[in-house]
């Protein structure tokens, strides 16, 4: 039969504008999360990253929240960019995978700004 | 420096022959994974290695698949024979001792069976 695409959740702002890209996870146990920007025929590209220890990082221009409580994370974007349309991806680390970087990663956001 | 390298770019193949997918890691990375993207059902770890050695290969769909890493900065990922569902983009990330969550991903590989 005829395969359907998954239609990834978008998001559109207005250049200048802060973005918030959220992200639930599923496992209670992760200790480490990780967000990506994806361009258009590229790889997944490093964002931020925080452990399960903090609340909250900053970076430039972006600011990753985590909400343990809720098993909730989140990618600020402040005054957004063209360049910043991408699909972005939130990825878990569940604490059992100690031995090397087994990631899980979440369906991922689509990000379009508007010039 | 150079980032992770994955060749080819794209393969179009029919149905059936047999494909292979290569990837180089970072210098002086000791990890190594293998990803597939499809739409369906996003980024999917099929293997990772670590210092040579497949810790984790329980995300390769089946025997078809098989992935090798000859030396500590080169890996191979194989399919055959290769069939229709198996059209996706196939990444190679490496990561590196002491931060071996952080992956770095190469631009990936566009497979289309035909």
């Known amino acids: 039969g005829e395969s359907v695409g998954l239609h990834l959740p978008t998001l559109s702002v207005q250049e200048g504008d802060n973005s918030i890209i959220n992200c639930a996870y599923s496992?209670?146990?992760?200790?480490?999360f990780i967000w990506y920007k994806q361009e258009s025929g590229k790889g997944p590209q490093f964002i931020i990253d925080?452990?399960?220890?903090?609340d909250k990082r900053q970076g430039q221009r972006v600011t990753v929240l985590l909400n343990k409580t809720v098993k909730h994370l989140s990618l600020q974007i402040a005054a957004t960019q063209p360049g910043d349309s991408a699909v972005y991806f939130c990825?878990?680390?569940?604490?059992?995978?100690?031995?090397?970087?087994?990631?899980?990663f979440g369906q991922g956001t689509e990000l379009s700004v508007k010039p | 420096d150079a980032g992770v390298i994955q060749s080819p770019r794209h393969e179009v193949t029919e149905m059936g022959q047999e494909v292979t997918l290569r990837c180089k890691l970072i210098?002086?990375?000791?990890?190594l994974f293998w990803y597939r993207q499809t739409m369906m059902r996003g980024l999917e770890l099929l293997i990772y290695?670590?210092?040579?050695?497949?810790?984790?290969d329980s995300g390769m769909p089946e025997d078809r698949f098989s992935a090798k890493m000859p030396n500590a900065s080169f890996s191979t990922l194989k399919i055959q024979p290769s069939e229709p569902r198996d059209s996706a983009v196939y990444f190679c990330?490496?990561?590196?001792?002491?931060?071996?969550?952080?992956?770095?991903f190469g631009s990936g590989t566009q497979l289309s069976v035909l």
């Open positions: 990330a490496s990561s590196s001792q002491g931060h071996n969550e952080k992956l770095f």
């Open positions: 496992n209670s146990a992760s200790d480490y």
């Open positions: 925080i452990r399960s220890n903090m």
């Open positions: 990825a878990e680390k569940p604490s059992i995978y100690n031995q090397g970087g087994k990631l899980i």
């Open positions: 210098s002086g990375h000791n990890s």
């Open positions: 290695f670590n210092n040579n050695v497949p810790i984790d």
